[in-house]
T-cell receptor, first 112, second 113 residues
Framework: AQSVSQHNHHVILSEAASLELGCNYS??????LFWYVQYPGQHLQLLLK??????LVKGIKGFEAEFIKSKFSFNLRKPSVQWSDTAEYFC??????????FGKGTRLHILP | GAGVSQSPSNKVTEKGKDVELRCDPI?????LYWYRQSLGQGLEFLIY????????KSGLPSDRFSAERTGGSVSTLTIQRTQQEDSAVYLC???????????FGQGTRLTVV
């Protein structure tokens, strides 16, 4: 069965700092990969997704993620964070045709 | 509908009572998921419905939890004899077909007192 591991549970950064959130998954077959974000008081929404093709995926609000198959990783990056990026971020994976499994999340706090 | 709708948004119940949580997925979506979100635990998978296939119940934490999906649309998650550790936010999501992104509802916050 697939699983997802997020390395950082709580990250605190100052505005304009660069961000990288780690995500590793375990599954040997073809997978779809996702990053979701949950802003305070709001529902979960999709930030970006990878199904196939270019392993560097660009999402909303300047976020991007790189799928490295050999490392089973799908790390989320943003070159310069803003206070409005304060939220909880979830990495998720599903094997084709199977349920979506989420990591435990990373709480990101941006200092103004 | 425009999005995934869950009801009630908040539910306070006494320990030992049964509760039912409802989810209306996006019209036409064949896949429906239930997750439980509690502090520090992320999104815990509970159950997955896909079309007419038998549901994947592998995430249900005990036999007090059950879910059904009627007519391939509305789903109800039932928790019998609630315990305090059942307190959490229960999230429902739907997707248009296997493997595509899931759209989430606002969740039901369950508090067992």
């Amino acid at each position: 069965a697939q699983s997802v591991s997020q390395h950082n549970h709580h990250v605190i950064l100052s505005e304009a700092a660069s961000l990288e959130l780690g995500c590793n998954y375990s599954y040997g077959g073809t997978v779809n990969l996702f990053w979701y974000v949950q802003y305070p008081g709001q529902h979960l929404q999709l930030l970006l997704k990878y199904f196939s093709g270019d392993p560097l995926v660009k999402g909303i609000k300047g976020f991007e993620a790189e799928f490295i198959k050999s490392k089973f990783s799908f790390n989320l990056r943003k070159p310069s964070v803003q206070w409005s990026d304060t939220a909880e971020y979830f990495c998720a994976v599903n094997a084709r045709g199977d349920k979506i499994i989420f990591g435990k999340g990373t709480r990101l706090h941006i200092l103004p | 509908g425009a999005g995934v709708s869950q009801s009630p948004s908040n539910k306070v119940t006494e320990k030992g009572k049964d509760v039912e949580l409802r989810c209306d997925p996006i019209s036409g979506h064949t896949a429906l998921y239930w997750y439980r979100q509690s502090l520090g635990q992320g999104l815990e998978f509970l159950i997955y419905f896909q079309g007419n296939s038998a549901p994947d119940k592998s995430g249900l934490p005990s036999d007090r939890f059950s879910a059904e999906r009627t007519g391939g649309s509305v789903s109800t998650l039932t928790i019998q004899r609630t315990q305090q550790e059942d307190s959490a936010v229960y999230l429902c999501a739907s997707s248009s077909q296997q493997g595509t992104e899931a759209f989430f509802g606002q969740g039901t916050r369950l508090t067992v007192v």
